[in-house]
């Protein structure tokens, strides 16, 4: 799907400098980064690829051409509490445009993660929430959070207003400088907005009213009627997408418009999340380039993929599995080994038992494995220049399952072998 | 290539206890080792994907069917001097059979190594090493080396023959307590078997005469023939395979046949690397259960390719670049927008200019891109319900790359225009 929409492959080194990763998330990031030193240097795990891409464009912006699209998939680190659908070590498969501020970036960012969930066998579990930072400042601004520590304050209660009473985080608010009482009949009317089930285009008119006159908070409704118009063009349904004014997502980087992806029935928090984060790679020493991106969370994907039945981890199970007739004798040992290697050369996925044991043993192996078929040939076999294929697929019968009664097992030619499988698993 | 021989995929995290990864691979090992504190847990990043292997297996056994095949592909660490082909992160693509001491196993691994390498197109430009720990050990014997350390320095010394200097060599097997002439006479004499020209089975034969009556020796020497016949049922021709007497292997964890492929006019080190590891699983915890395997050094290996010409890395470029005839105008973007919606649901790699430029810009960043096709629509295609299509792709004329001058643009009606383009791109 990346390369789909264009985007290339860059793959940075999941050990960082621990200079580049600190104080790019924030307080709480800065907490989760494994960090550490060996002999002289000071490094750290990567908890994202954004820091780490924003390092690389800084670092090599005459290697790359602006625009650029590029994509990772990994694994990142936090040093978090585990719970479900949440890791130390998870997969983000990120994509990101650097080079751009128009809005049509942020739209294309929300119409892939959109395409790719249709894809992927979605139809109306998931809607992207998508808001703004600077209508969130110039938002706090109105109600009075002044310096960048009150903002923070605001923007980090609005967003866990689904989560935390609301009575701790009015104190958290208060603890901060911001009036409590104004802080709680703003948030009062901003759920309202959000909670009514009137259309995205109609969510910023009512924030307009509700905070107008302030420049910042103008700027970031502006920016997000443009992505709702492009996102039709995109030809993403309204309803796959939301407004949401209590969105501010954790990382301190981001600048302008932050999306996340929501899958409600499932349970187990956003299976993609992002933003754009225009400062980033000035501060990594390069200079002012504007970028957006997002990522998928891989685990939580597969996660939910699961728990709504969409989709099943599958496996790529062994096709055949062959037998020794007796794993003391060298040459029939070597006689399996010649006709793995034949059916391993003619494509088929195979198995050769490796070990010691009876081939009723063996057998159980290849059974336990999900092999289809096994293959096997004794002393007689050899002399008749033939093979035993035994079928080892199971039925249904009465909710119980039994072994395929029928051609259970027969002898083939040897030199048939090959082709004699190929058809059957065909 | 490892599900075709019926290995299936475990993937492993990138941190592991330090307790888990320390002492497993010996002091030089131990020393490369990314180790750190985080919380109260005293972890480090893996430096290769057998010892976690064999700590999930003790962990974790009554999940698995033995005998257990499994492949891992991923990163692997070591805080070693950064060279040609040798990288602090680097990626190991590992196979490993778990249960089972029989010979035949370690032939498999060195047939899974011969087989990929000759499907990735190598032919007689690769030899894969073998040799054997109990045979060294036992050889080590011989020649007066009676503690594990004494036994070390041998090791070490014949395997850094082809690097350091006789005279060095001699002197840390003296420190050892090894008698420096016995070592360095029957030194003498196995480098003389080593690069006489003679057939494999001849070589074992040959050391078997230099170093009998010792039991080690004897049942190294008998695996090395076993592993000789077998490999020949798997169809490995005699000349990519090398029994060497000087490879020793710098892990401390191997206990029997161990392995090395070389690509010598490369010059970048082998390109695999392995052996037996009987014990791994029971020092980390488990019951007894004997292993081997082996893995792939993936930037090696794709810089020998490289380097011999057999392979160059491939990109998957972008097809179709589609630009916006104004980028101040909202409806061209939006235009540009339903254009690449369009030709990416139909399949095809699509890039969308994003961002501030003329329409001369864009096609410059288009060429950059390696797309060989552009699409735009201004006003009056827009009016005519069409679009133009560019031909981007050079040829070569006089020895310079220069535009195809043929059909170089050209208006296609807009409905046609993904069936086109699919037809041009085919």
Not at 123 to 133: A, E, K, L, W
Not at 252 to 257: F, H, N, R, S
Request: glycine letters at 8%.
């Amino acid at each position: 799907m990346f390369e789909l929409f264009g985007f290339e492959p860059l793959e940075t080194p999941i050990i960082e400098l621990k200079e580049t990763l600190f104080g790019k998330g924030g307080d709480e990031t800065n907490r989760l980064i494994y960090a550490f030193s060996k002999g002289p240097d000071d490094i750290g795990l990567r908890f994202d690829h954004t820091v780490p891409l924003a390092r690389v464009v800084a670092q090599h912006l005459g290697e790359i051409t602006i625009p650029y699209r590029r994509y990772a998939i990994g694994p990142v680190f936090r040093a978090d509490k585990p719970q479900k659908g949440r890791y130390r070590q998870f997969w983000q498969c990120d994509f990101d445009m650097v080079g751009t501020r128009s809005p049509v970036a942020d739209a294309e960012v929300i119409a892939l993660s959109y395409t790719t969930l249709t894809r992927l066998g979605f139809t109306d579990q998931f809607v992207t929430d998508v808001f703004d930072r600077r209508a969130l400042n110039g938002m706090a601004q109105v109600i009075g959070a002044l310096t960048k520590e009150q903002s923070f304050a605001v923007l980090r209660g609005w967003d866990k207003l689904a989560k935390v009473p609301r009575e701790k985080i009015g104190a958290e608010v208060e603890v901060a400088g911001v009036d409590r009482e104004v802080f709680n009949r703003y948030t009062d009317e901003l759920l309202a907005i959000a909670n009514s089930s009137v259309a995205n285009d109609r969510v910023i008119d009512c924030l307009a009213e509700l905070f107008p006159n302030n420049q910042l908070a103008t700027e970031g409704f502006q920016g997000l009627r443009e992505i709702l118009r492009y996102l039709a063009a995109y030809g993403v349904p309204e309803k796959r997408v939301r407004i949401n004014p209590t969105l501010a997502r954790g990382l301190d980087y981001y600048t302008g418009p932050i999306f996340e992806t929501v899958v409600e029935e499932a349970g187990v928090g956003s299976v993609t999340g992002g933003g754009r984060f225009d400062n980033l790679i000035e501060d990594l020493g390069g200079p002012s380039i504007p970028a957006t991106g997002s990522s998928f969370g891989l685990e939580r994907l597969v996660e939910v993929l699961r728990i709504l039945n969409i989709a099943q981890p599958e496996k790529t199970p062994v096709q055949v599995f062959v037998a020794s007739f007796d794993t003391r004798s060298t040459e029939l040992v070597e006689h399996a080994v010649t006709i793995a290697t034949e059916l391993r050369h003619s494509g088929i996925r195979t198995e050769l038992f490796m070990g010691e044991g009876t081939l009723g043993k063996q057998l159980q192996v290849a059974d336990r494995r999900g092999a289809p078929y096994a293959v096997f040939a004794g002393p007689d076999e050899m002399a008749q220049k033939a093979v035993v294929i035994k079928n080892l697929r199971t039925e249904l019968v009465n909710g119980d399952k039994v072994k395929m009664k029928t051609a259970n097992q027969r002898l083939v030619p040897r030199r048939e072998l090959a082709a004699e499988l190929r058809r059957l698993i065909a």
